[in-house]
């Protein structure tokens, strides 16, 4: 038995490597972390044919992203009229999971956020998740990005895609690949996840599960601070009942816009000469936050 299970790791080693000299890079060679915050990327997960996960026959996945995501473009919008906001979907309608950081990618965005709900058999689990990209290290983590990527599944070509060199969402290994692939971003991107995750819990009913890492397909090849944003968990009844209704999704909106005001703030802040701007820099710990 042990010999067998010895032999079984050493093939899984050597598949994880071949997979990394043979998947198309993800890494932004050509891009470093941002000095500024002038344009975000809003990616409202699934759309269209992909539904997503389903609240007790209640509400799509789908429905609610897409409405967290308008509801905090126009806060941004509204509020900071130096940012662009940029959509990867308005309306109902599929967008592949390789054209979605393809997007940001082209217009050089400086911050992508995808959002999504989470799903669980266990209708206990409830609570909020931001996800930067990396190893997983939990059976949990690896399940939920499991379930984000089968989302490929709704592309007819995925298999031929050379976009996704053959990534199978049925195989763990598949999964644990792109959380090997470094990324200029990742300390940004956990910033930002800190903020997300401490600015939500603040003002939202739905508690906090913490900041995590997975290895999420739409955010493999992004080339800025990127995050995934599981906002509750549509098989939890108290969470569903606040992902449903107009106010719920728009406390989230709020929580996820004061992190990018309080993000973009730091960011700018940094890359500011000391003898233009003497003042205090602001600290990012979660208890000094202000709501």
Request: glycine share 8%; proline share 4%; with cysteine.
């Amino acid at each position: 038995m042990k010999k067998r299970n010895a032999m079984r790791r050493f093939v899984v080693g050597l598949l994880l490597m071949l997979m990394i000299f043979t998947l198309p890079s993800g890494k932004p060679f050509n891009r470093m972390p941002g000095k500024q915050v002038k344009t975000i990327v809003i990616d409202p997960g699934h759309g269209g044919l992909d539904p997503g996960c389903n609240g007790a026959n209640e509400i799509w996945e789908k429905a609610v992203t897409l409405a967290v995501s308008m509801k905090l473009g126009k806060m941004i919008e509204d509020s900071m009229q130096d940012v662009q906001v940029i959509y990867t979907r308005k309306t109902d309608k599929f967008v592949e999971l390789w054209e979605r950081p393809n997007m940001a990618n082209k217009i050089k965005a400086d911050l992508f956020i995808s959002i999504h709900c989470n799903s669980n058999v266990n209708t206990t689990a409830a609570g909020s998740e931001t996800y930067f990209m990396g190893l997983h290290k939990s059976q949990g983590n690896l399940d939920v990005a499991k379930r984000e990527n089968a989302a490929i599944k709704f592309e007819s070509n995925y298999k031929t895609n050379e976009r996704y060199g053959g990534f199978d969402p049925n195989s763990p290994e598949g999964h644990i690949i792109f959380s090997l692939v470094q990324n200029a971003f990742l300390q940004q991107s956990l910033k930002f996840s800190t903020l997300v995750e401490a600015h939500t819990q603040r003002i939202s009913r739905i508690k906090s599960r913490g900041v995590k890492q997975a290895g999420f397909l739409v955010l493999w090849q992004t080339a800025m601070p990127s995050v995934l944003v599981e906002i509750g968990f549509l098989t939890n009844t108290s969470d569903r009942g606040v992902l449903k209704t107009d106010d719920g999704q728009r406390t989230i909106a709020k929580g996820i816009f004061r992190a990018i005001r309080q993000y973009k703030k730091e960011v700018e802040k940094m890359a500011t000469p000391k003898n233009q701007d003497d003042s205090k820099p602001v600290n990012a710990d979660s208890s000094n936050l202000r709501r």
